[in-house]
């Protein structure tokens, strides 16, 4: 039901001409459309061949979002033209089509798909069973597995994941989302017998997946491919832990009788290095089983010892304590040296001990020598708050923290700042006109 | 004709390359993958200069700033990783995560100051 919203519509198209090379150009185009909810980018790149330019090359085929042909970017993001309408983007907008990322560019809109379906390949996207059956193995749609590899099985390479990828930009060798994607599907297929070749294969540029979600936002089929991704690489952790050895597909298809289409397929496949031979398959497979054992006991001892470490730290820090340490007495020079009224800085230099540590340190205190009672009152130059070094000034007559602006009148009390108790006082005492302050 | 061969394919149009709309239309996934990168570069910078200047109150703020985007963040990524949460939520925890973690950033601004 047409409700005749439309108007002048301007079209910029991305136009490489392979016998003139070079970078490429935009090309602009005006279109006059009835009907913008009813019209999708391809019947505008239809019409725009037919009635204003018909070198204009692009891609399609079904026309109904089955078949991924016809990926390229439109104003910015990734999508098939046959499934992007031209009311999605606002009135007068102007619409920028070009082709997608990463693929070389053959002519206008059209990329040459042979590197992502080469990458495909590189992941051995094929199925290839465990056992020969006579009847089919069923994996029932409830299943966990099932249900965990969900619409991944959708996928209609289309390349608009591999081009919104920006990872896909700086890695030559990864792989790209919809390959891994694919890859994932049968990896977590348990009736399939290649996990350990393509988990190989697959390990080698998984991780260059940084969870951006650019191919998720793009998917004309709605799969998540970083989904995909993370189960891979959460796969490959758990494979050194498996107690099960690594299927051993020779033997198994060796001992059974094949029909000569199979043979013939097994040479291929032996000669491209998938499947070795029986011997050495079973010399790996020792290897394997190793080598699992090896990584387990390993991260269980590794395991076993930060635990007992941690643990024993910790008890030994509920214990407490258990012998008291004798207090040491810090001499900090001649009563007649502090001047009467007046606060002193002293730097005392003592040694701490502490287990087998031995540390020379030198600390900062306070005295006050009060006028009237002839009274002394020592104070920790740590302030209260989080612990930086107080100092006294003169002009405002306070205890002053640089830290947090902390301020202690001469009593030690707070007067302002954070500090929420008034200033340490250490222990002393007079020998023979010597002060000796207290340090723990 | 050896003209039109497979030699004179143009080279592969890189991202954002010949692309008047791409930067407008970033899908917010990149952006927080972009801004934990930008935060642990600040990161690093405003530490070593906080190691450096002692009180400059501006200097702790915005070191407290990058950390709390890049830990957010990070988290998020931590959490899609191990599959704690379905990433059909990736856009909300960029929003919810970020939201928590402002917050609890606030709360300490308050306790230290």
């Known amino acids: ?440 | 004709m050896e003209e039109n061969s497979t030699t004179n394919y143009r080279k592969p149009l890189q991202w954002g390359e010949f692309d008047p709309n791409r930067r407008k239309n970033m899908f917010v996934g990149m952006w927080a993958w972009m801004w934990q990168r930008i935060s642990a570069i600040a990161i690093v910078f405003l530490l070593a200069l906080h190691v450096t200047l002692t009180y400059k109150p501006w200097l702790q703020f915005l070191l407290l700033l990058a950390v709390t985007f890049h830990a957010t963040l990070g988290l998020r990524v931590i959490l899609l990783d191990f599959n704690l949460v379905n990433v059909k939520y990736q856009r909300a925890l960029i929003w919810g995560l970020t939201g928590l973690g402002l917050v609890v950033m606030a709360l300490i601004w308050r306790s230290i100051y």
């Open chain 1, 1 to 440: 039901m047409s409700t005749g919203q439309g108007g002048k519509r301007r079209i910029e198209i991305y136009r490489y001409d392979p016998v003139e090379g070079g970078d490429g150009h935009f090309d602009h185009f005006d279109l006059q459309i009835e009907d913008e909810t009813n019209t999708t980018i391809l019947d505008v790149l239809l019409r725009l061949q037919k009635e204003q330019d018909s070198s204009l090359a692009f891609r399609y085929a079904c026309r109904v979002n089955m078949c991924g042909s016809c990926g390229m970017v439109i104003n910015g993001r990734e999508g098939l033209a046959c499934k992007t309408n031209v009311s999605d983007f606002s009135k007068n907008l102007t619409i920028t089509i070009r082709p997608l990322n990463h693929f070389p560019v053959v002519k206008d809109l059209v990329v040459d798909m042979g590197p992502f379906f080469k990458s495909f390949e590189n992941t051995l996207p094929f199925f290839e069973p465990k056992e020969i059956k006579e009847e089919p193995e069923i994996i029932r749609p409830d299943s966990r597995e099932r249900q965990a590899i969900g619409l991944a099985t959708e996928c209609i390479a289309c390349g608009c994941c591999v081009s919104s990828c920006t990872m896909a930009n700086y890695h030559e060798d990864y792989a790209g989302p919809a390959p891994l994607n694919r890859a994932f599907t049968l990896l977590m297929d348990s009736r399939d017998s290649l996990f350990d070749p393509r988990m190989e294969k697959v390990l080698e540029s998984c991780y260059n997946c940084r969870t951006e979600f650019n191919c998720t936002e793009v998917c004309p089929k709605d799969i998540s491919c970083t989904r995909a991704i993370k189960y891979i690489q959460r796969l490959a952790v758990k494979e050194p832990f498996k107690a099960v050895p690594a299927t051993n597909t020779v033997v198994s298809t060796a001992s059974v009788p094949q029909p000569a289409v199979d043979h013939i397929h097994e040479q291929e496949r032996v000669s491209s290095g998938i499947i070795t031979s029986p011997a050495v398959a079973k010399a790996t497979e020792q290897e394997d089983m190793g080598r699992r054992k090896f990584l387990t006991k390993l991260t269980f001892g590794i395991g076993a010892a930060s635990t007992l470490a941690v643990g024993g730290v910790l008890a030994s820090a509920f214990i407490g304590p258990t012998d008291k340490k004798p207090s040491l007495w810090v001499p900090a020079g001649k009563l007649e040296n502090f001047p009467v009224g007046k606060i002193s800085t002293v730097n005392l230099r003592y040694e701490e001990k502490t287990a087998f540590y031995r540390q020379q340190i030198v600390k900062p205190i306070l005295i006050w020598r009060q006028p009237n009672e002839n009274k002394i009152v020592v104070y920790n130059t740590a302030c209260t708050h989080l612990g930086c070094t107080v100092h006294w000034d003169e002009t405002q007559h306070l205890f002053l923290c640089a830290c947090h602006g902390g301020a202690f009148d001469i009593e030690g009390i707070v007067k302002a700042g954070p500090p929420p108790r008034p200033l340490d006082q250490l222990a002393f005492r007079m020998d023979s006109g010597n002060l000796l302050i207290e340090m723990a």
